[in-house]
């Protein structure tokens, strides 16, 4: 095929119809293309074998505790707002085997699986919005800090190649959305403006008669799969109708988190009332801490079989919400699920800026839409910045976490 | 070299549908290394040929009915060095435990032709409220897998991997979306302990708590969900708690306080049929 090689950071203009070109060019290049799929009740991220996959013409309502498929008008492409999923599924999955130890003799050897995505081939993802690139930014940062997970072992197999990054532009977003406040998006920002650095940044204008996406590479590997794709070079209008789709979304965007000071507040809010009055309604269910992109805990589990001859050991995901979790000699630290949603949230919001040198949320609100009984932190922060004095509370009338 | 000592099991039945201990005859491809690995002493829904105790485990299931049975769980725990229960039955009474919120003479002088022979007990309990229980295995019936390692981490001395958390973690495992909050159904999984590997979500019907309340079961929270949301009757709430393990305390409460709101709701029908 005869190509015109792309610049990095210069727009070009792509039809619709030729978005399957990107698809079919990331296959020529040995790419596994992961993305947005219609599910059931939701849209998910699974493997896609082109565009005919993405959910197409559908859009999503989201509340707190709510979340309902809906029929756009138009036949976008990327016209939904984020589902359950987040990309941690595929760059940490919720079960990883480590090793596994097998018996012989008197002696005994480990095998260990085959490191995912770094076989023959490489993960694409294509339709990753603005704060899942930031999100998938604190993720790093989290292994690059703490070096977790401490082993070695782990690290080495269980990491992923770097995927291939599509970003999209949000043209909508969610009432449960909130990245505006976090700094995260909707625009795709120049590559480690606020997320990790992507490869391609699309955008799309559906509409009948002149359906097409702007397309941008923002890396070397993006520029070589763009030179691939029909496309021209977008009009400065075009070019302006990019920042004013985000600039609309920011704009609209409904739900906001005010945090100036998180040490000060929580250091300030550790015996608030509302801490309770939360707990009394939190189902300590994990459900937020599996959605949400960057929460990160892992349990090992050692298993045997019953022949005694095979030993493993698994990573899987954990969560702060479980009495489990907290563990230590002689009991669990945490037993209330008022010391758990706590520890969650000024983590999440505070401490994680000491530990990891940034917030630990990116504003997706996933943790809104999918707590079942909609537990919403930005209603939660606010009411934590009310004064205790207001309630009358008693200090160290709780155990610390 | 003298060979090492089959360690010996014992599996025992209260009042229970069997299904429990079918699960470990379940265990088709297993059963055999199994036996290879622990002698299995006494398992009459097996075979009829039963050693005498003491046994090093024991799995007991059912729950605790009659004066007799009282006496014999006493009796297996004596003859019994760990003992685990399987099964809601053996946790909190199982589904029999219903008539502890009933008068249970009511029930036997309707069924029986002569219910001066039965002898029962007012309630159904739980084996715990009886003797010492080492580990309570959950479900209604129980996983096989779950089972298959508890017995191997028994053998083995460790602690078996057995989770006390939501059943929320298994459907995201599962990849279920989880269907309270894309269809607005009532779902026991925030409150109901994981290990059945969330099979009802993921044929889109509302988790029904067999596997008991988790640790720490919002119930209440969850009650005031499904009213205020789901629009949720008190009766149907009622159901839900009130059923596999009506008489674990979480359940139990929730399903009494479900009940207190459905008076109105009944009286008005009472009133209807006067």
């Given at each position: 095929?005869?190509?015109?090689s792309?610049?990095?950071?210069?727009?070009?203009?792509m039809r619709?119809?030729?978005l399957g070109?990107?698809?079919?060019?990331?296959?020529?290049a040995n790419?596994?293309?992961?993305?947005p799929?219609?599910?059931?009740?939701a849209?998910?991220?699974?493997?896609l074998n082109?565009?005919e996959d993405?959910?197409?013409?559908?859009g999503?309502e989201?509340?707190a505790?709510?979340y309902r498929?809906?029929?756009?008008a138009?036949q976008?492409?990327?016209?939904?707002?984020?589902?359950?999923?987040?990309?941690?599924k595929?760059?940490t999955?919720?079960r990883?085997?480590?090793?596994?130890a097998?018996?012989q003799g008197a002696?005994?050897t480990?095998?260990?699986?085959?490191r995912?995505?770094?076989?023959?081939q490489?993960?694409?993802f294509?339709?990753?919005r603005a704060?899942?690139l930031?999100a998938?930014?604190?993720?790093?940062?989290?292994?690059?800090?703490?070096?977790?997970?401490a082993?070695?072992?782990?690290?080495?197999?269980c990491?992923?190649?770097t995927?291939?990054?599509?970003?999209?532009?949000?043209a909508?977003?969610a009432a449960?959305?909130f990245c505006t406040?976090?700094?995260?998006g909707?625009?795709?920002?120049p590559?480690g403006?606020?997320?990790?650095?992507?490869?391609l940044?699309?955008t799309?204008?559906?509409?009948?008669d002149d359906?097409?996406?702007t397309?941008?590479?923002r890396?070397e590997r993006g520029?070589?799969?763009?030179?691939?794709?029909?496309?021209?070079?977008?009009?400065e209008e075009?070019c302006?109708a990019v920042?004013?789709?985000?600039d609309?979304?920011?704009?609209?965007m409904r739900r906001?988190?005010?945090?100036?000071k998180?040490?000060?507040?929580?250091?300030?809010?550790l015996e608030?009332p509302?801490?309770?009055?939360?707990?009394?309604?939190?189902?300590?269910c994990a459900n937020?801490t599996?959605?949400c992109p960057?929460?990160?805990?892992?349990?090992?589990?050692?298993t045997s079989?019953?022949?005694g001859?095979?030993?493993?050991?698994?990573?899987?995901?954990?969560?702060?919400?479980?009495?489990d979790?907290s563990y230590?000699?002689?009991?669990?630290?945490?037993q209330?699920?008022r010391s758990?949603?706590?520890?969650w949230?000024t983590?999440?919001?505070g401490?994680?800026?000491?530990?990891f040198g940034?917030?630990?949320?990116?504003?997706?609100?996933?943790?809104?839409?999918?707590c079942?009984?909609?537990?919403?932190l930005?209603?939660?922060?606010e009411?934590?910045?009310?004064?205790?004095?207001?309630?009358?509370?008693?200090?160290?009338?709780?155990e610390h976490? | 070299m003298?060979?090492?000592?089959?360690?010996?099991?014992?599996v025992?039945?209260f009042?229970s549908?069997?299904?429990?201990?079918?699960?470990?005859?379940?265990c088709e491809?297993?059963?055999?290394?199994?036996?290879?690995k622990?002698k299995i002493?006494h398992?009459?829904?097996?075979?009829?040929?039963?050693m005498?105790?003491?046994?090093?485990?024991?799995?007991?299931?059912g729950s605790?009915?009659?004066?007799d049975?009282?006496?014999?769980i006493?009796?297996?725990?004596?003859?019994s060095?760990?003992?685990?229960?399987i099964?809601?039955c053996?946790t909190s009474?199982?589904?029999?435990?219903?008539?502890?919120f009933?008068?249970v003479r009511?029930?036997?002088?309707i069924v029986?032709a002569?219910?001066e022979?039965?002898h029962?007990?007012a309630q159904s309990?739980?084996?715990?409220?009886?003797?010492k229980?080492d580990f309570e295995?959950?479900?209604?019936?129980?996983?096989?897998?779950?089972?298959?390692e508890?017995i191997?981490a028994?053998?083995?001395?460790r602690r078996?991997?057995?989770a006390?958390?939501?059943?929320c973690?298994?459907?995201?495992a599962r990849?279920?979306?989880?269907?309270a909050?894309?269809?607005g159904v009532a779902?026991?999984?925030?409150v109901?302990?994981?290990?059945?590997?969330?099979?009802c979500?993921?044929y889109?019907?509302?988790?029904?708590?067999?596997?008991g309340?988790?640790?720490?079961a919002n119930v209440n929270?969850l009650?005031?969900?499904?009213?205020?949301?789901k629009?949720?009757?008190p009766l149907?709430?009622?159901?839900?708690?009130?059923?596999?393990h009506a008489?674990?305390?979480?359940?139990?409460?929730?399903g009494?306080?479900a009940?207190?709101?459905l008076?109105p709701?009944i009286?008005?029908?009472?009133?209807?049929?006067?």
């Amino acid at each position: 095929m005869a190509t015109l090689s792309a610049d990095i950071g210069v727009t070009y203009r792509m039809r619709a119809g030729d978005l399957g070109a990107l698809f079919s060019t990331l296959h020529a290049a040995n790419f596994l293309t992961i993305g947005p799929r219609l599910s059931g009740e939701a849209i998910i991220l699974e493997e896609l074998n082109g565009p005919e996959d993405l959910p197409v013409g559908w859009g999503d309502e989201q509340e707190a505790g709510r979340y309902r498929l809906r029929r756009r008008a138009d036949q976008a492409f990327f016209g939904y707002n984020l589902g359950p999923e987040s990309w941690k599924k595929f760059l940490t999955p919720q079960r990883q085997l480590l090793w596994r130890a097998r018996r012989q003799g008197a002696t005994f050897t480990i095998e260990q699986p085959e490191r995912l995505g770094g076989g023959p081939q490489q993960l694409a993802f294509i339709g990753v919005r603005a704060c899942e690139l930031a999100a998938i930014r604190v993720q790093e940062r989290v292994r690059e800090v703490s070096g977790q997970p401490a082993n070695d072992l782990i690290d080495a197999k269980c990491r992923v190649a770097t995927p291939f990054l599509v970003g999209v532009t949000c043209a909508q977003s969610a009432a449960t959305c909130f990245c505006t406040s976090m700094g995260t998006g909707p625009a795709l920002g120049p590559p480690g403006s606020s997320g990790v650095g992507y490869d391609l940044a699309l955008t799309e204008f559906p509409s009948e008669d002149d359906h097409h996406f702007t397309i941008e590479a923002r890396s070397e590997r993006g520029a070589d799969i763009a030179s691939h794709i029909p496309r021209q070079l977008a009009t400065e209008e075009e070019c302006d109708a990019v920042r004013q789709q985000s600039d609309t979304t920011a704009a609209l965007m409904r739900r906001h988190l005010k945090l100036d000071k998180p040490a000060q507040l929580f250091q300030d809010s550790l015996e608030h009332p509302h801490w309770d009055e939360v707990a009394s309604r939190c189902l300590s269910c994990a459900n937020c801490t599996l959605v949400c992109p960057t929460c990160f805990c892992t349990n090992i589990e050692d298993t045997s079989d019953l022949s005694g001859d095979v030993a493993e050991r698994w990573l899987r995901w954990d969560s702060c919400f479980h009495l489990d979790f907290s563990y230590l000699h002689g009991g669990s630290v945490r037993q209330t699920t008022r010391s758990r949603y706590r520890q969650w949230l000024t983590h999440k919001l505070g401490t994680w800026h000491e530990q990891f040198g940034s917030s630990g949320c990116v504003g997706c609100g996933r943790c809104i839409a999918w707590c079942p009984v909609g537990i919403d932190l930005t209603v939660e922060l606010e009411a934590l910045t009310l004064s205790p004095e207001v309630t009358g509370v008693q200090t160290g009338k709780y155990e610390h976490p | 070299m003298r060979r090492e000592r089959l360690k010996k099991m014992a599996v025992w039945k209260f009042a229970s549908c069997d299904g429990c201990q079918l699960s470990l005859l379940d265990c088709e491809d297993e059963l055999l290394t199994l036996a290879g690995k622990i002698k299995i002493a006494h398992f009459i829904e097996a075979s009829r040929a039963v050693m005498r105790g003491p046994y090093d485990l024991s799995l007991v299931e059912g729950s605790i009915t009659t004066p007799d049975d009282a006496e014999r769980i006493k009796e297996v725990r004596r003859e019994s060095r760990t003992l685990i229960t399987i099964g809601a039955c053996a946790t909190s009474g199982g589904i029999q435990a219903l008539r502890n919120f009933a008068d249970v003479r009511e029930f036997t002088s309707i069924v029986y032709a002569r219910p001066e022979y039965i002898h029962t007990l007012a309630q159904s309990t739980g084996i715990a409220d009886h003797v010492k229980v080492d580990f309570e295995l959950r479900g209604c019936p129980i996983n096989k897998r779950q089972l298959l390692e508890v017995i191997l981490a028994f053998l083995k001395g460790r602690r078996p991997n057995i989770a006390s958390e939501s059943v929320c973690v298994e459907c995201k495992a599962r990849g279920n979306i989880c269907i309270a909050v894309a269809k607005g159904v009532a779902c026991m999984g925030p409150v109901t302990q994981a290990g059945c590997g969330a099979i009802c979500p993921a044929y889109d019907r509302g988790c029904y708590g067999c596997f008991g309340p988790k640790e720490h079961a919002n119930v209440n929270s969850l009650r005031a969900d499904w009213s205020e949301q789901k629009g949720l009757s008190p009766l149907a709430m009622e159901r839900l708690f009130h059923t596999f393990h009506a008489w674990a305390e979480p359940f139990r409460q929730a399903g009494l306080a479900a009940k207190q709101d459905l008076t109105p709701e009944i009286q008005r029908i009472e009133a209807e049929c006067e």
